[in-house]
């Protein structure tokens, strides 16, 4: 599952905006890169897709507007390409909030309210993965608590509201270290036992590689699970083993994105490797708490470790959107003297 358009509807600052997730053949985009100042929709626009898919499409709420030129309620209408989710399919799956009031036929909105039906059932089935990171995220020091993993580590619920501005949902710090300390903890008893083929055994090796991908380039790396305290640990770059609570806190985050993207791709595709399997995340404000340095080769890096899934990603950094193609990028700008949102992309988003 793959985004290709959105329409927003009488929603945040937009009055009617169609933002293209695909090039000009359709094709969807694996990194999309909104980049704006404070104000121009972007973490609007990440709610708005977590709200209109494909397993979870509900009605959108009417935010704040400085100039409401419309009674209408507000609503989105969302493009998907299913991919993995549904090969033979060929044409875009359309999502639209219950809401919604679109220019079609009586017709063709019983087949859209058809299909979409359908795919709500097939969506709470399997895949259909969506992983939402918001901006708001923090890491506490608290200790690894493994508890019931087949109802919480192993299960995607397609149905899970994703939240982008309640920080106290926000905590990563022990869903983090849950997944990597379990998987290891499994991969080894699944050696114990002959079975170094498990599907656990597979989910720590491909986790693994994802992490190298993200860390490499600050020359740490993922040790496992210390085997008295079940914390996970890494090595430093000068050979010191530190626990995950002790990493530089900007590592902090690009480790809890593979991992927590690693996861939901495992659970909704529990007979493939994940690192192959489709997905869409959306990451609000990536640049948060990272260096400059690195601000400029983030997106290259999630590309690189999970190549398969599109990234939709919201930054104000202009370092983040220097180390972007053209091509990724989004540019919302806010018309001078007014409250419209115009919308650039690619040569045309560079020189704004």
Same mark, same amino acid.
């Given at each position: 599952?793959?985004?290709? %358009? *959105?329409?927003?509807?009488?929603?945040?600052?937009?009055?009617?905006?169609?933002?293209?997730?695909?090039?000009d053949? @359709?094709?969807?985009?694996p990194?999309?890169v909104?980049?704006?100042?404070?104000?121009?929709?972007?973490?609007?626009?990440?709610?708005?897709? $977590?709200?209109?898919r494909?397993g979870? $499409? +509900?009605?959108?709420h009417?935010?704040?507007?400085?100039?409401?030129?419309?009674?209408?309620?507000?609503?989105v209408?969302? =493009?998907?390409?299913?991919?993995?989710?549904?090969?033979?399919?060929?044409?875009?799956?359309?999502?639209?909030?219950?809401?919604? %009031?679109?220019?079609?036929? &009586?017709?063709?909105?019983?087949?859209?309210?058809?299909? !979409?039906?359908?795919?709500?059932?097939?969506?709470?089935?399997?895949?259909?993965?969506?992983?939402?990171?918001?901006?708001?995220?923090?890491?506490?020091?608290t200790?690894?608590?493994?508890?019931?993993?087949?109802?919480?580590?192993?299960?995607?619920?397609?149905?899970?509201?994703a939240?982008?501005?309640?920080?106290?949902?926000?905590d990563?710090a022990?869903?983090?270290? !849950? +997944?990597?300390s379990?998987?290891?903890?499994?991969?080894?008893?699944?050696?114990?036992?002959?079975?170094?083929?498990?599907?656990?055994?597979?989910?720590?090796?491909?986790l693994?590689?994802?992490?190298?991908?993200?860390?490499d380039?600050?020359?740490?790396?993922?040790?496992?699970? /210390?085997?008295v305290r079940?914390?996970?640990?890494? *090595?430093?770059?000068? @050979?010191?083993?530190?626990?995950? /609570?002790?990493?530089?806190?900007? *590592?902090?985050?690009?480790?809890?994105?593979?991992a927590?993207?690693?996861?939901?791709?495992a659970?909704?595709?529990? /007979?493939?490797?994940?690192?192959?399997?489709?997905?869409?995340?959306?990451?609000?404000?990536? =640049?948060?708490? !990272?260096?400059?340095f690195?601000?400029?080769?983030?997106?290259?890096?999630?590309?690189?470790?999970?190549?398969?899934?599109?990234w +939709?990603?919201?930054?104000s950094?202009? &370092?983040?959107a220097? @180390?972007?193609?053209?091509?990724?990028?989004?540019?919302?700008?806010?018309?001078?003297?007014?409250?419209? +949102?115009?919308?650039?992309?690619?040569?045309?988003?560079?020189?704004?």
């Amino acid at each position: 599952m793959l985004l290709l %358009r *959105l329409r927003l509807v009488s929603l945040g600052p937009f009055e009617d905006i169609t933002i293209p997730f695909c090039d000009d053949e @359709g094709i969807p985009k694996p990194v999309v890169v909104l980049f704006g100042a404070e104000g121009v929709g972007k973490t609007t626009i990440l709610s708005a897709i $977590a709200m209109t898919r494909p397993g979870h $499409a +509900i009605a959108q709420h009417q935010p704040w507007r400085a100039e409401p030129s419309s009674d209408a309620p507000p609503f989105v209408v969302s =493009e998907w390409h299913l991919g993995d989710d549904d090969p033979a399919r060929p044409h875009p799956l359309k999502v639209a909030s219950p809401n919604a %009031r679109l220019d079609e036929r &009586d017709d063709e909105a019983l087949q859209r309210r058809r299909e !979409q039906a359908l795919f709500d059932r097939r969506a709470a089935e399997r895949g259909f993965v969506l992983v939402a990171l918001s901006g708001a995220r923090w890491f506490s020091r608290t200790a690894v608590m493994l508890s019931s993993p087949e109802r919480t580590l192993l299960r995607y619920d397609v149905r899970s509201a994703a939240s982008f501005d309640d920080a106290t949902r926000t905590d990563l710090a022990r869903e983090t270290k !849950q +997944i990597l300390s379990f998987a290891c903890i499994t991969s080894a008893l699944a050696r114990q036992i002959d079975d170094p083929d498990s599907y656990m055994s597979r989910f720590e090796h491909a986790l693994r590689h994802v992490l190298a991908a993200l860390l490499d380039d600050d020359r740490y790396r993922f040790l496992g699970a /210390d085997p008295v305290r079940l914390e996970p640990t890494f *090595l430093d770059p000068e @050979g010191r083993r530190v626990d995950f /609570d002790d990493l530089p806190r900007s *590592l902090r985050h690009l480790v809890s994105f593979g991992a927590l993207v690693m996861r939901s791709l495992a659970a909704a595709w529990p /007979d493939r490797d994940p690192r192959e399997s489709e997905g869409v995340v959306l990451l609000d404000d990536v =640049e948060s708490e !990272q260096p400059l340095f690195r601000q400029k080769t983030i997106v290259r890096r999630l590309h690189h470790a999970l190549p398969r899934v599109q990234w +939709i990603i919201t930054t104000s950094s202009t &370092d983040v959107a220097m @180390g972007c193609a053209a091509t990724d990028l989004v540019v919302l700008r806010r018309r001078p003297g007014g409250a419209a +949102i115009d919308l650039h992309e690619g040569v045309d988003a560079v020189l704004h």
